[in-house]
């Protein structure tokens, strides 16, 4: 906004090379294709988190060539079919949840933890207290922010503001089995204390909201 106020920011040509199939990725740069559609969805939360308007993922498919670039596509290339990959159905199953939905707070961002929350747009970013933007929510998103190959875990102990329930929850699994359910744990010390570890694969909370009564005193 500094020297191009209230113009968009796009950004194109973002992604990552992996193997699939008889298509082999053999360059240093390459990683899985679990890894591809995990750090393709965490890319897509933290550009959305940064106001980012437009994103272009390289590309939409492999290509037939043996250089750096070739294995980034969203589906396999003309010679397997245009088979869908990972990150393909882990795109397409994260819109089908946020769909018309946008970023609205980080509640963190650290080593261990980054959670986002997603819902109605927020035209105007007052300093709230967590328990305003939590209940203005539609989805919580929390994932650890490392490599998938070092495989640590934070646990998180969250307590949800009064009349804030999480309906479900999924972990996104960077296969072609986009997500499985995740179960929904609560300490029994504390009234709405959520238990999940925190791993290197997102979880995405659907959250509801009650009306809380207001508290009158005499």
């Known amino acids: 906004d500094v020297n191009l106020p209230s113009h968009p ?43 980012v308007d437009r994103v272009t993922w390289f590309f939409y498919a492999n290509t037939q060539c043996d250089h750096l670039y070739c294995r980034s596509g969203l589906t396999g290339s003309p ?19 946020l769909g018309d939905y946008y970023f609205q707070y980080a509640l963190n961002e650290s080593q261990e933890s980054y959670i986002y929350l997603f819902g109605e747009k927020v035209h105007n970013q007052k300093p709230f207290d967590e328990e305003v933007k939590v209940r203005g929510a539609k989805y919580m998103i929390l994932w650890k922010p490392e490599a998938l190959e070092d495989g640590g875990s934070t646990p998180l102990f969250y307590v949800f503001p009064h009349g804030t329930n ?10 072609n089995v ?10 029994s010390d504390i009234q709405g204390k959520l238990t999940l570890n925190i791993t290197s694969y997102p979880v995405l909370i659907e959250l509801s909201h009650s009306p809380v009564a207001p508290v009158v005193g005499f």
């Open 9 to 51: 920011v796009w950004v194109t040509e973002w992604g990552w090379d992996a193997p699939s199939g008889t298509e082999a990725c053999t360059f240093p740069e390459c990683v899985t294709e679990t890894a591809q559609a995990i750090y393709g969805l965490r890319g897509l939360l933290i550009l959305s988190r940064n106001a």
């Open 79 to 97: 010679t397997t079919g245009f088979i869908k990959r990972p990150v393909f159905h882990a795109f397409k199953v994260l819109l089908d949840f």
């Open 166 to 175: 999480p309906v479900h929850a999924v972990r996104f699994t960077g296969t």
């Open 178 to 187: 986009p997500y499985v359910i995740e179960p929904l744990h609560y300490q």
